[in-house]
């Protein structure tokens, strides 16, 4: 039986993926900190005899079982989060990072790293092709997150050329869907539970500045993809070119889609917030034959479900 690794099993993310890798028959070892992956996201799949749960700091030094396949895919993500814990932040894509890729070695495990379009920063490129080094501010507030991936996606290289590792690296573009945090603090998780309540839903900046969305399914379509791909060099985006929107348009969707009640509330906007975003995905649809399918619409309704039924909790 094929065995993997989901380091964030208990994330957003991780989670789907880890369900989808035991749909697809696989043994799972999911490890995650709990830090800002939950237990709940497990649920559907805890009692599966084939998945293993194991909590773990990948910054610590751990033992894990063999595998062939390392998806490492733990990290704080959301920003209000990875800016409360900068240095967490900076230690799993670092140290977390080498131990996941020694791991790997040990274990002759095919890696594949979860990174981000954030290596792009705010980019002077749109869309951004993989080809296209990034505008990064190296010390601002975003810097943690946005150095530590391209920090890893180095390490992830170095590796791949010293020691021969069979590497991946998919820079993972805006995405959403059931089991965000409901506290996430992204645009997703705010404006579906701000809706939800009647609340305003507050808009950073002008709202001009435009984001591509990708709903949970497609992208974790593109990661086991990517992993089965017989080769691979270099890294690939994987996000959804076809619904770039700006943050006012995506707050009137959302407006409409939780009863209407909601103003919009304009407040001040966040440092070194990125303008535009949308993934060029020519070479992950040339590879791995992968684009994504679902509808904005449709993807837009399942995860308002989702939040509707959450929408008791705080917002942060
Ligand atoms: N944003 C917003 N209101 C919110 C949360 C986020 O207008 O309550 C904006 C944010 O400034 C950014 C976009 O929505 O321009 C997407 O932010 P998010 O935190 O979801 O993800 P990012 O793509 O910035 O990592």
């Given amino acids: 039986m094929t065995r993997a690794l989901v380091s964030g099993a208990a994330g957003f993310l991780g989670s789907h993926l880890s369900e989808a890798l035991l749909r697809a028959g696989w043994e799972v070892i999911g490890v995650d900190d709990l830090s800002t992956g939950r237990a709940e996201n497990l649920a559907t799949f805890r009692e599966d005899p084939r998945f293993t749960f194991l909590r773990r700091d990948l910054t610590e030094p751990a033992t894990f079982p063999p595998v062939d396949f390392v998806f490492h895919l733990a990290s704080p993500a959301s920003p209000p989060h990875y800016q409360r814990r900068p240095i967490a932040t900076l230690s799993v894509n670092s140290t977390g990072t080498a131990q996941l890729l020694a791991h790997a070695r040990e274990s002759g495990a095919r890696f594949l790293l979860a990174s981000t379009s954030e290596v792009y920063g705010d980019p002077e490129v749109h869309p951004q092709p993989e080809s296209y080094w990034g505008h990064v501010n190296p010390t601002g507030p975003r810097s943690c997150y946005d150095e530590g991936k391209r920090f890893a996606e180095a390490l992830t290289m170095a590796w791949h050329r010293e020691r021969g590792l069979d590497v991946r690296i998919a820079r993972i573009f805006n995405t959403y869907g059931p089991r965000m945090r409901p506290d996430d603090g992204r645009v997703m998780s705010n ?4 809706g939800w309540k009647g609340l305003p839903l507050t808009i950073h900046g002008t709202g001009l500045q435009t984001r591509s969305f990708c709903y ?15 080769s691979v060099d270099g890294p690939v985006n994987l996000g959804n070119p076809d619904f770039e929107v700006t943050v006012l348009e995506l707050a009137q969707r959302i ?14 906007r966040p440092t070194d917030d990125p303008e535009r975003r949308r993934p060029d995905i020519a070479r992950a649809r040339t ?13 837009l309704r399942a995860t308002s479900e989702y939040f509707r039924e959450r929408a008791g909790g705080e917002v942060t």
């Fill in 216 to 230: 949970v399914d497609d992208l974790v379509r593109g990661l086991m993809a990517l992993m089965e791909a017989t």
């Fill in 255 to 268: 407006r409409a889609l939780t009863g209407g009640r909601s103003k919009l509330a304009f407040v001040e």
């Fill in 191 to 194: 404006f579906f539970l701000q």
């Fill in 287 to 299: 590879l791995l034959h992968w684009e994504p399918s679902t509808p904005l619409d449709e993807g």
